[in-house]
């Protein structure tokens, strides 16, 4: 039950001794989609590629910044085949089709077990999920519980508890999805959930080495290009890009692969389990990685006994004085029965 949005501090001693190659060009594949779109879905052509994140520039070397990319190193070449994918992070009106036509029930519609969460108070074994509640003042950044809460009955149909809706929201991402809700829905729409490569060489939009889908510059041309945090994290977002949480799908520029959101919004899912030194593991092992798909189990430092699925893609609540995870590179990461009001998913189709 921790949404976090912090790095990974005790793995930085092992990556320390590791040798960062750098970037190289992107490689994708000459050929062209093998069939007609699927709807609302893009060709990524697939092809080799550097994976992974340099620390941030334009950050003042701050310890937030440096910490955003300690668990996506080192650089190391990677290979996928081509994919359809979703051009937009999946949406309450898309899921609600799903639910409709399968009787779903997602996680958070369900109370945990003890079983499943031995160290819970009693209270919190209810239906319910994790909501972000900003405090009323300035706090210390070393303690997320100040600004996250377990509120009961908030789920995918009630973003920020019981006396919320998604009324007037069909087009924002959905959220509350705990990775087997989106699993299911993938699996509902005959696709499946992106692996970490797939996702980033989706993200990256051909680009090679950038910190952000578009470029090195957070802002481009003075606009900003993704749903972030403004302000004072946690207390006050100005909400300079017009939004104070989720934003409706596509309103900032796509992507090179014509892909909206891959940075900022909302935390996507991916289908590899989460360890910090799953990048030295690839790299120790040499050559090019060809269509990894994660380690074989879950190890998080932090939470040793959780088992953890990778993000991508940062969210709303990510700010350079906090968590700079909207870059390209970065990663997230969550137990796989949590869900929060800033984490949704989107999903791929292989080719056959």
């Known amino acids: 039950m921790q949404p976090t ?8 001693e092992m990556i320390s001794a590791q040798i960062e190659p750098g970037f190289a060009a992107t490689a994708p594949n000459p050929s062209p ?3 007609a779109a699927p709807k609302e879905m893009a060709w990524i052509p697939g092809g080799e590629f550097s994976m992974g994140a340099a620390e941030p520039k334009g950050i003042d070397n701050n310890r937030v910044g440096m910490q955003a990319t300690l668990d996506s190193r080192p650089i190391h070449r990677v290979y996928v085949d081509g994919f359809w994918m979703d051009r937009t992070e999946v949406t309450n009106a898309q899921y609600e089709r799903f639910v ?5 029930v997602t996680v958070a519609e369900k109370a945990p077990s003890a079983e499943e969460f031995p160290n819970a108070p009693v209270d919190m074994l209810v239906p319910g999920s994790v909501v972000f509640t900003p405090p009323d003042k300035p706090v210390q950044l070393n303690d997320h519980f100040q600004w996250w809460a377990w509120v009961k009955d908030a789920d995918w149909r009630h973003p920020e508890g019981p006396n919320s809706s998604i009324k007037e929201r069909d087009n924002h991402p959905v959220v509350h999805v705990a990775y087997p809700d989106a699993e299911a829905y993938c699996k509902w729409a005959e696709k499946r959930l992106p692996t970490e490569a797939e996702w980033e060489f989706a993200a990256r939009g051909g680009l090679a080495g950038k910190a952000y889908p578009w470029g090195d510059d957070f802002m481009l041309d003075g606009k900003r290009m993704t749903n972030s945090f403004q302000g004072s994290f946690p207390n006050r977002n100005s909400s300079e890009d017009g939004y104070l949480s989720t934003a409706p799908i596509a309103q900032f520029p796509p992507n090179g692969y014509g892909l909206y959101d891959v940075a900022g919004n909302v935390w996507e899912w991916t289908s ?3 360890r910090p030194d799953y990048y030295g593991q690839l ?20 939470e ?3 088992a953890k699925k990778a993000h991508r ?4 609540l990510c700010t350079e004085q906090y968590c700079s995870r909207y870059g390209v590179g970065t990663r997230g990461k969550g137990e796989i029965n949590t869900g929060t009001n800033h984490l949704g998913f989107r999903c791929v189709k292989p080719i056959k």
């Open 313 to 316: 893609g940062g969210s709303f």
């Open 304 to 306: 040793p006994g959780q």
């Open 272 to 274: 590899d389990w989460y």
């Open 283 to 302: 790299a120790q092992a040499g050559g090019i990685a060809k269509n990894p798909t994660g380690p074989e189990s879950a190890w998080d430092p932090d």
């Open 100 to 104: 409709t036509a399968s009787k779903y």
């Open 33 to 35: 989609p093998p069939v």
């Open 5 to 12: 949005e912090t790095g990974v501090p005790a793995v930085k």
